[in-house]
């Protein structure tokens, strides 16, 4: 089975602009979860889709937002972007057990 | 007040020698799920070993295991027998819950681990 493919790799943005991350489920993964890493932290809960619905949400302004596709693959968008966007943005997908999380290599996105 | 903490920033062992990872959390929903990572510089956060709050046996996975002390709310991680491949962060996760369809983790800071050959 194919596990979590996360696109681009690597992503140089400048302040105000906006963007848009991927995420590939892992076969048979309905949730998908995003994360921020900021350098030197842990990640940070962005928000959850199940079933292409937004069914969670963290501490994150408006200009961060989702989607999840009938295929159950996502996207991450982020508008007007800030020095502090600058991450790596992961994404993990569920099958819906407890303990089910693949976790995708992530984003790396730099805002200058 | 900080949910998971990991105390420990970096931690060095010898090759061939455990280690113990540091991890206390903080909860009061008596449902939840306790989880260890591991991220290599490549950025993956690759799953090691998951406890429940009602488990009643500490978890194992291979070289892995993790110390469950449940009224001290610390789920250590041990390392045996280290190998070189094994330096990397390493984070301590939680899920509170079950809720309906909600799979939210809750990480700590990390620890950096530096296996020395």
């Known amino acids: 089975e194919t596990g979590v493919t996360q696109s681009p790799t690597h992503l140089i943005k400048t302040r105000g602009q906006q963007v848009t991350l991927r995420c590939s489920s892992q076969s048979g993964h309905n949730t998908v979860s995003w994360y921020q890493q900021a350098l030197g932290q842990g990640p940070q809960f962005i928000f959850q889709y199940y079933r292409e619905e937004e069914n969670g949400r963290g501490n994150f302004p408006p200009r961060f937002s989702g989607l999840q596709f009938p295929n159950y693959s996502s996207e991450l968008n982020v508008n007007a972007l800030e020095l502090d966007d600058s991450a790596l943005y992961l994404c993990a997908s569920s099958s819906g057990t407890l303990y089910g999380y693949t976790f995708g290599s992530g984003t790396r996105l730099t805002v200058v | 007040a900080q949910k998971i903490t990991q105390t420990q920033p970096g931690m060095f062992v010898q090759e061939k020698e455990a280690v113990t990872l540091d991890c206390t959390y903080d909860t009061s929903d008596p449902s939840y799920g306790l989880f260890w990572y591991k991220q290599p510089s490549s950025g993956e956060m690759i799953f090691l070993i998951y406890?429940?709050?009602?488990?009643?046996q500490n978890a194992t996975e291979g070289r892995y295991s993790l110390n469950f002390q449940k009224a001290r709310k610390s789920a250590n991680l041990v390392i045996s027998a280290s190998q070189l491949g094994d330096s990397a962060m390493y984070f301590c996760?939680?899920?509170?819950?079950?809720?309906?369809?909600?799979?939210?983790?809750?990480f700590g800071k990390g620890t950096k681990l530096s296996v020395i050959p």
């Open positions: 406890q429940g709050s009602y488990d009643q």
């Open positions: 996760a939680m899920r509170e819950g079950p809720r309906a369809g909600s799979y939210q983790l809750t």
